[in-house]
């Protein structure tokens, strides 16, 4: 039989990270791959008691099917949420999603035409490179510092991109480096969409998750003509498996997302978004978000400071402030890749660096996530990394050194 599948299927390849992802389910195996909330952290007993409370004054129509644009109490909860944090919105600039991953890819079914060029961070998310991809886009990144993409670069490649569609930045805590943009290029990247007219898709996963330093507003706080839309999610404060992400844009974007959306899934799931809202209603959200930061604050400052014990010297690694993630960057001469594998054979898992670039560079990176991992798993985990980096950079050492002579 001929191939029947559709021409965009060509654009999405098998990654590497298949194997290393799968292979991390083994329950002898340390894994610092995905990212993952740590599961000890989810509320189940308040969550039966949220469950039971819906289906016993609910239960019918939280079975049913729903609005798309997802339950109102939730919504509403969401643009409190969304105040706090320096966003004013309404119900019309609001929709439940499932997860933001969803939202990504709606996006890209929104906006993107084949071809057209989307300006992102480099590294970025790879879920949201291989979105892209699925709409046959033009990825062109910008490079970054320790504060995250460089709004000189930034304008440089709007000057050479007059068609781009969109930015898309993820800035705080980024996914995978950790970085967290400043507040003046915040302005700035503002600043730019409106002089070159083009929009922003900010991805807000992680920004809930600060341990240290000062928090900075979102984006979307310093939009001043509605170009920024802005995304984010229950997964990393809450619990992934309830699948639940929101937008947050102007009314006339909603209604388009509203529309795709009703062609994808109908609606987020009623029972999972009636049971949030109840728990929020029931107990306090914050408090909880307070608990998984100061564990995970303690699993970070454990990373680096095992990181410091026993990589070896010629490395450097961001420090980040929230989030999940530490960004490895390693002696140029070493294949991540590479090291995952023999990472893997030492039973611990790591995420090589080139998948989070949309052009596959910089091999010598990794990501690692601190998050899903006891202080003892991270200690003896590095410990085992370290140990390979240090057999990978003396094998290497002896090939030069007998190249030389």
Known sequence: MHSKYAKRTNLIKPSELRLILTSSERP????????????????????????????????????????????????????????????????????????????????????????????????????????????NAHIVDVEMD???????ALEKRLQENPQTKFIYTIPD???????????????????LANQYDVLILEDNPYGAIRFTGTPIPPVKHFDTEGRVIYLSTFSKI???????????????????????????????????????????????LEEHIEKIKAIYNER?????????????????????????????????????????????ENNVAIVPGAAFYAKGAHKNTMRLNFSNSTPEQIIEGIKRIGEVLHRDLNRVDKSVEIAVY
């Not at 388009?256 to 107990?283: G, P």
Request: charged fraction near 20%; aromatic fraction near 10%.
């Open 146 to 152: 320790e504060d995250g993409m460089l709004m000189e």
């Open 300 to 344: 970070c400052t454990t990373m680096l400071n095992s990181i410091d014990q026993y990589f070896p010297r010629n490395i450097t690694y961001v420090k980040p402030n929230g989030g999940l993630f530490i960004w490895v960057e390693l002696s140029d001469s070493v294949d991540a890749s590479k090291i995952a594998l023999k990472c893997l």
């Open 28 to 135: 002898e195996l340390i894994s610092f791959a995905g990212g993952l909330p740590a599961p000890e952290l989810f509320p189940i007993e308040e969550m039966k008691e949220a469950s039971e409370a819906v289906l016993t004054h609910n239960g019918p129509a939280s079975l049913q099917y729903s609005a798309t644009e997802g339950f109102i109490p939730l919504r509403n909860a969401v643009i409190k949420r969304m105040e706090a944090i320096g966003i004013r919105s309404n119900l019309q600039q609001v929709m439940i999603t499932s997860g933001s991953q969803q939202a990504i890819d709606l996006t890209g079914r929104l906006f993107l035409d084949e071809g057209d060029t989307i300006i992102c961070e480099s590294p970025t998310y790879l879920a949201a490179i291989n979105a892209f991809n699925v709409y």
């Open 173 to 191: 805590f980024q996914n995978p480096t950790g970085r967290t943009l400043k507040l003046e290029r915040r302005q700035r990247m503002v600043e």
């Open 238 to 284: 809450f619990a992934p498996g309830l699948r639940l992400g929101w937008i947050c844009a102007g009314e006339k974007f909603i209604e388009k997302y509203i529309a795709f959306k009703e062609s994808a899934d109908m609606h987020s799931d009623s029972f999972s978004q009636r049971i949030t809202a109840k728990y929020m209603e029931m107990y306090d």
